[in-house]
């Protein structure tokens, strides 16, 4: 792997409670992205970062925030969690904007699980 | 905005036997197309990828691609399928141009190797 560590690895939660994700890397990789992934459904984008503090949107985002403080650390956080939040989620970094130079490098991932 | 298809969420094949994974894509700009493999409990890694040039593509492990614009397609092969192929396989579309633009991934297709 690039360098990405996401942790925890496995995670049970019951609806209602707050989690966090955390995504590390050690690549100094500029971009940044959470995925989740689903039966049926492939992989899809729920945020993005393309710098310190700089992040947005992507195909999922309801439900889910994200924050980027230091270069090396991506959070992505579900404030309250619910049942169709159960997935297995992935962190993966880019070193350049366009994936034509940089493709997308990913985690191991996180397997949540709310009950 | 781009999209991709993936014909088949299950392939199965004898060992030795040829390797023949769909994928169609949809985009407004010339796409840049990757493919994906991932193991049980791993992330994804990149098995190939086409940007610009040579419409034939080849990749890790043996497997290779053809970009074909007039078909929208980018199927993946392998002459001689190995017990070790056996993975879920995602087809992955990306825009050209700048931008934090991610990738947009395919349901998936697992690869079912029988002996």
């Known amino acids: 792997d690039a360098g990405i560590t996401q942790s925890p690895r496995h995670k049970v939660t019951e609806t209602g409670t707050p989690v966090t994700l955390r995504c590390h890397q050690t690549?100094?990789?500029?971009?940044m992205y959470w995925y989740r992934q689903d039966p049926g459904h492939g992989l899809r984008l729920i945020h993005y970062?393309?710098?310190?503090?700089?992040?947005d949107k992507g195909e999922v985002s309801d439900g889910y925030s994200v924050s980027r403080s230091k270069t090396e650390d991506f959070l992505l956080t579900l404030e309250s969690a619910t049942s169709s939040q159960t997935s297995v989620y992935f962190c993966?970094?880019?070193?350049?904007?366009?994936?034509?130079?940089?493709?997308?490098?990913f985690g191991n991932g996180t397997r949540l699980t709310v009950t | 905005a781009q999209s991709v298809t993936q014909l088949g969420s299950h392939v199965s094949v004898s060992e030795g036997a040829l390797v023949l994974l769909r994928c169609n894509y949809s985009?407004?700009?010339?796409?840049?197309l990757f493919w994906y493999v991932q193991y049980p409990n791993q992330g994804l890694q990149l098995l190939l990828k086409?940007?610009?040039?040579?419409?034939l593509v080849k990749g890790i492990n043996g497997f290779e691609a053809e970009f074909k614009k007039s078909e929208t397609s980018f199927h993946l092969t392998k002459p001689s399928a190995h017990m070790s192929d056996a993975a879920e396989y995602f087809c992955?579309?990306?825009?050209?141009?700048?931008?934090?633009?991610?990738?947009?991934f395919g349901k998936g297709t697992h690869l079912i190797i029988q002996p």
């Open positions: 992955a579309v990306s825009v050209s141009g700048g931008g934090a633009d991610g990738l947009t």
């Open positions: 993966a970094i880019s070193g350049q904007a366009s994936s034509y130079n940089s493709p997308l490098h």
């Open positions: 086409y940007t610009t040039g040579a419409t």
């Open positions: 970062s393309y710098g310190v503090k700089d992040t």
């Open positions: 690549e100094n990789h500029r971009y």
């Open positions: 985009s407004s700009v010339p796409p840049y």
